[in-house]
Structure formats: structure tokens, C-alpha cells
């Protein structure tokens, strides 16, 4: 059974820069699109960025240019590096995979940006 593990968040003043890891445990990682999602308190869940299994991105609007998402298919591992943090980033991320109609989450970090 395949599970993910969130790590990397915390506490950063605006403009700062954190990255997160998502450790993937099983078999066949580089065969999932990964993706990370936030949810702040009283929002939605929404898509922040996702890495196909050709290594094909896309992002939301409100992060382009700030985020960076990437894969280590050697380490089974997903990566968001994430640049010139708002307050308005500030949400429980959670990391996602999809293989063949298969979703799975982890159980999320969380990043505050705060002064």
C-alpha cells in the first residue's frame, strides 16, 4: 500500500522560502502524476502544482513564478520549493498522487507566513 509523507513546513516570515518533500513509499513512483495541494482554514482544497510522469508542470496562477515543483524518481520523492512566501500562502499542504484512477494524500504539513 502506498503511502506519502509530508515534511518541510513551518513557521516563515513573508518573502521567505521553504521546501517541501513528499516521500513516497511503494512501488512504481515514477508511473504517478504528483501533485501538491494547500487548504487554508474555511477554503477549499486547491491545486497548487503537479508533475506528470514526464516531468510536464503546471501551476496555480496565484504561485507561478514563486513555486517550484519537482520530482526525484531515484528517491521516490516529490519536492515544492516554495519562494517569496505571502501570508496568503499560509494553508496545510498536502502531497497527492494519481496512477490509474488510484488517488492517495498524505496527511499534510503545515506552512504559516507571518510576521
Known amino acids: 500500500q502506498v503511502q506519502l509523507v509530508e515534511s518541510g513546513g513551518g513557521l516563515v516570515q513573508p518573502g521567505g522560502s521553504l521546501r517541501l518533500s513528499c516521500a513516497f513509499s511503494?512501488?512504481?513512483?515514477?508511473?504517478?502524476?504528483m501533485g501538491w495541494y494547500r487548504q487554508a482554514p474555511g477554503r477549499q482544497r486547491e491545486l497548487v502544482a503537479r508533475i506528470t510522469t514526464v516531468g510536464t508542470t503546471n501551476y496555480a496562477d496565484s504561485v507561478k513564478g514563486r513555486f517550484t515543483i519537482s520530482r526525484d524518481n531515484a528517491k521516490n520523492t516529490v519536492y515544492l520549493q516554495m519562494n517569496s512566501l505571502k501570508p496568503e500562502d499560509t494553508a496545510v499542504y498536502y502531497c497527492?498522487?494519481?496512477?490509474?484512477?488510484?488517488?492517495?494524500w498524505g496527511q499534510g504539513t503545515q506552512v504559516t507566513v507571518s510576521s
Open positions: 497527492n498522487r494519481q496512477y490509474l484512477g488510484i488517488d492517495g
Open positions: 511503494g512501488t512504481r513512483f515514477s508511473l504517478n502524476t
